[in-house]
């Protein structure tokens, strides 16, 4: 009650009481009710998930009476948790808004699950449902309680890491959600998702993770439902494996006409190339701050419709650098912007794959089709982090040179010491008018971590000869690097 005390004393003042002492052997209920009401509602904002409004209305009656007379103001709410004895306790309490949640304790919901179940038999009080790992056996009963429309329910978190849950029916929330602004559902097979989302016209946030195979929405659906959905800010639509494509039996040119997505801020994608392509084809974003993608290994990577969409969203368009990281199982590329001083991640694009030249070849199939987008660049980092891939002792220096091409403006180049004899000696077949031509701005090579003597130091010697004696000098540094 410490903030409580501490707001009292800073009404009293502003109420211009004598003084301090009288401040202090004042008694709180001298304050008009109106007083505490803005008292108590910083009190229960500064709570945030917390029920601190059960601690206001067990201090006096006439708290009591100022709390349940302002529900709005306060934004009370029920919390309804697998430990909460809904059936024996709902009654004694106002018929507030109930919030059904369990993300605090997921290992006792397979033995609470009572207590959520008879939560939701007041489908018209529920405005919020959080369960984001629920045992398989436990969502088949919770599906057959959601039968029916949720008319207040404003924000939907479902999920299960089970990977062979049934899919849900049509008949999944009576198929219609229209005060839903928050919607995130992982490893949910629902084929009936788009129709649900064709209701939900007030969505700001939309998260599907974890898509099975047996829950595939296709391209034309996603974008159906998209066009109604003006209010979405965010959307994330990762599948859980490649398997989820595009039929290319069935495929069509997209339309000339695109929908435009007017206030979506971040789109996140996983999943195969061909998908996001068609999808993104038939899209404009004009406000998108930030693009991350994720795609799984293929042989080929195609994405003129993925440039193409880049560059019709300007926040997206003025790179000014980029880090590359190799990881065991991925390798990435980001993209950053500058604005006032600050930078700011905008595209984020990586492959899931282990063999090192796969992700050296794959990496720079994409960069090379994003070429106009990275030929402005002048800061490129490269590095590997505490689990890098297994390098192969036969790749080619082309490899890199490949992967470097693309990158016509970079002036300063930072590596780890642990890449630099891998890059350098593929740099140095490029010295004199090789280098000019694939890299004409580059200035500087940064090394993270270089010590004073070693191997490294003999293939740095030698790369920084061979520059001058060519007529592209290089400068190698010793550096920091601090990659996001």
Not at 209 to 218: M, T
Not at 238 to 264: G, V
Not at 273 to 298: C, K, M, R, T
Request: charged share 20%.
């Amino acid at each position: 009650m410490d903030i409580l005390r501490s707001r009292y004393v800073f009404y009293a003042a502003s109420a211009k009481i004598a003084n301090y002492s009288d401040v202090v052997h004042a008694t709180i209920n001298v304050l008009h009710g109106d007083v505490l009401l803005e008292i108590f509602d910083i009190y229960v904002n500064e709570a945030k998930r917390e029920q601190k409004w059960h601690t206001l209305i067990h201090v006096c009656r006439k708290w009591r009476f100022v709390v349940f007379t302002s529900p709005h103001r306060l934004k009370l709410q029920l919390l309804c948790t697998c430990t909460t004895p809904v059936g024996k306790t709902l009654h004694v309490w106002p018929e507030l808004p109930i919030v059904i949640s369990d993300y605090d304790y997921p290992k006792s919901l397979a033995e609470g699950a009572a207590n959520i179940i008879a939560a939701l038999q007041h489908p018209n009080r529920v405005c919020e449902i959080d369960l984001r790992n629920v045992p398989v056996s436990v969502l088949e009963r919770l599906v057959t309680a959601m039968q029916k429309q949720f008319q207040v329910l404003r924000r939907l978190m479902l999920g299960t890491n089970h990977k062979c849950a049934s899919a849900f029916p049509d008949t999944f929330l009576a198929g219609s959600v229209p005060q839903l602004r928050n919607l995130q559902l992982s490893g949910i097979p629902f084929l009936g998702l788009p129709k649900l989302l064709l209701s939900t016209t007030n969505l700001v946030h939309l998260y599907l993770f974890d898509i099975p195979h047996s829950g595939y929405v296709s391209f034309e659906a996603m974008v159906t439902c998209l066009s109604a959905l003006t209010k979405l800010k965010s959307l994330y639509l990762e599948f859980r494996s490649p398997l989820s494509r595009p039929d290319h039996a069935n495929r069509r040119p997209p339309p000339l006409a695109r929908i435009t997505l007017p206030a979506i801020s971040t789109l996140q994608f996983k999943g195969v190339s061909e998908y996001l392509e068609n999808l993104v084809a038939q899209i404009d974003a004009p406000l998108l701050g930030e693009l991350g993608i994720v795609f799984f290994h293929q042989l080929v990577f195609d994405t003129p419709q993925l440039l193409r969409f880049v560059r019709r969203t300007n926040t997206l368009r003025e790179p000014v650098e980029a880090d590359v990281l190799f990881r065991g199982n991925f390798v990435r590329v980001n993209l950053y912007s500058r604005r006032q001083s600050v930078k700011h991640k905008i595209l984020g694009l990586a492959i899931l794959c282990r063999e090192s030249d796969w992700q050296l070849s794959s990496l720079s199939q994409l960069c090379n089709s994003f070429l106009p987008l990275l030929s402005s660049l002048e800061h490129v980092g490269i590095c590997e982090d505490s689990l890098p891939p297994h390098w192969h002792g036969d790749m080619e220096n082309t490899q890199w040179l490949e992967l470097l091409q693309p990158f016509t403006a970079m002036k300063n180049l930072y590596l780890l010491k642990e890449l630099a004899p891998r890059i350098l000696p593929a740099l140095q077949e490029l010295t004199g008018e090789g280098l000019t031509e694939v890299l004409p701005a580059l200035q500087n090579i940064f090394i993270d971590g270089l010590e004073p003597s070693g191997h490294i130091q003999a293939v740095i010697g030698k790369f920084v000869v061979t520059g001058q004696l060519s007529g592209h000098p290089v400068a190698v540094r010793r550096c920091l690097m601090q990659l996001s």
